[in-house]
């Protein structure tokens, strides 16, 4: 079954402009962690913020902040002040217990347009 | 510099002859992951190892080998490989406290593999 879901398969914002890239995920671990990646189209993964399950706050990290409803299980991305060099390809990710595999379920991904 | 380094970054070969693409990683990760990541299927996991000598088969498996001998590289090989094992192939490393912690997965530059 999928865990992680974005349903934005692509996404346009006007450079300055705030954006929010969509996440919502499934698990019945109660600890549990989502992640967001950037993939520019250079092709490397980079991370970029972390929210923990049990975590009271959401998580900033400079111009990136996760909105984290739990009840609904969304930990959605937004951007603010979007800049051209944030075109890219975001990832949505969870790691729950699993298991002994600290694997990575990803999202398919939201493909990120800032125009000028 | 910490990091995780991957080596060839392109390959193209023919099917059928043998291949090992590199992963080495200087952070003292005891957590190693390869992943395939394929147009429209986000990245899915390979294999995994969560120590020297441990490894164990993610979601694909199927046409590739891992080995584990020491702490810091971890290689991916493919015996015979076919045309449907074209694709992206990234190697990530991280540590193991707490699998919903955040332990983030550091992934290295990726292995465009393409095979004829």
């Known amino acids: 079954a999928q865990k992680i879901t974005q349903t934005q398969p692509g996404m346009f914002v006007q450079e300055k402009e705030a954006v929010t890239l969509d996440c919502t995920y499934d698990t019945s671990d109660p600890s549990y962690g989502l992640f967001w990646y950037k993939q520019p189209s250079s092709g490397e993964m980079i991370f970029l913020i972390y929210?923990?399950?049990?975590?009271?706050q959401n998580a900033t990290e400079g111009r990136y902040s996760l909105n984290f409803q739990k009840a609904r299980k969304s930990a959605n991305l937004v951007i603010s002040a979007s800049q051209l060099g944030d075109s890219a390809m975001y990832f949505c990710?969870?790691?729950?217990?699993?298991?002994?595999?600290?694997?990575?379920?990803f999202g398919k991904g939201t493909l990120l347009t800032v125009n000028p | 510099e910490a990091q995780v380094t991957q080596n060839p970054r392109y390959l193209i070969t023919v099917t059928g002859k043998k291949l090992t693409v590199t992963c080495s990683q200087n952070m003292n990760h005891e957590y190693m992951s390869w992943y395939r990541q394929d147009p429209g299927l986000g990245l899915r996991q390979i294999y995994y190892s969560m120590n020297v000598e441990v490894t164990d088969k993610g979601d694909v498996p199927e046409g590739y080998k891992v080995s584990r001998k020491e702490k810091r590289n971890f290689p991916l090989i493919l015996e015979s490989p076919s045309p449907n094992q074209t694709s992206l192939y990234f190697c990530?490393?991280?540590?193991?406290?707490?699998?919903?912690?955040?332990?983030?997965?550091?992934f290295g530059p990726g292995t465009r593999l393409t095979v004829l």
């Open positions: 929210q923990g399950s049990y975590d009271q």
């Open positions: 990710a969870m790691r729950d217990s699993g298991g002994s595999n600290y694997k990575l379920t």
């Open positions: 990530a490393s991280s540590l193991t406290r707490l699998a919903g912690g955040p332990d983030t997965q550091y």
